[in-house]
Nanobody, 124 residues
């Protein structure tokens, strides 16, 4: 059974940093692109970052460019999201998601498995 489990969320002050991790199981991690989505209260889910199956290409939404870094370790089966210079508007439930193939897509329907999410709250 495919499963994704996120960790690393928490409460942080503006300007702070967090590193989110996603532990996949039940599928061959290294042949699928992966993404990080976030959902803030009252807002639709948003693709924050995505990475191809071999890590050679990535995507960031404009709001996080230069502050967030997505990475993966296919030997350790781990997906990470390093978040720096966090802002109150980054507050959301962050979930990792598995794409349907090796190249990432910006379309949410292209992701076929999602984790439960980890909460990130940025507040002073």
């Amino acid at each position: 059974q495919e499963k994704l489990v996120e960790s690393g969320g928490g409460l942080v002050q503006p300007g702070g940093s967090l590193k989110l991790s996603c532990a996949p199981s039940g599928f061959n991690f290294d042949i699928y692109a992966m993404g990080w989505f976030r959902r803030a209260p009252g807002k639709p889910s948003e693709l924050v970052a995505a990475i191809s199956s071999n890590g050679d290409s990535s995507y960031y939404t404009d709001a996080v460019k230069g502050r967030f870094t997505i990475s993966r370790d296919n030997d350790l089966d781990t997906l990470n999201l390093e978040m720096n210079d966090l802002r109150p508007e980054d507050t959301a439930l962050y979930s990792c998601a598995k794409s349907g193939g090796p190249r990432f897509s910006l379309a949410p329907h292209s992701y076929d498995n999602w984790g439960q999410g980890t909460q990130v709250t940025v507040t002073s």
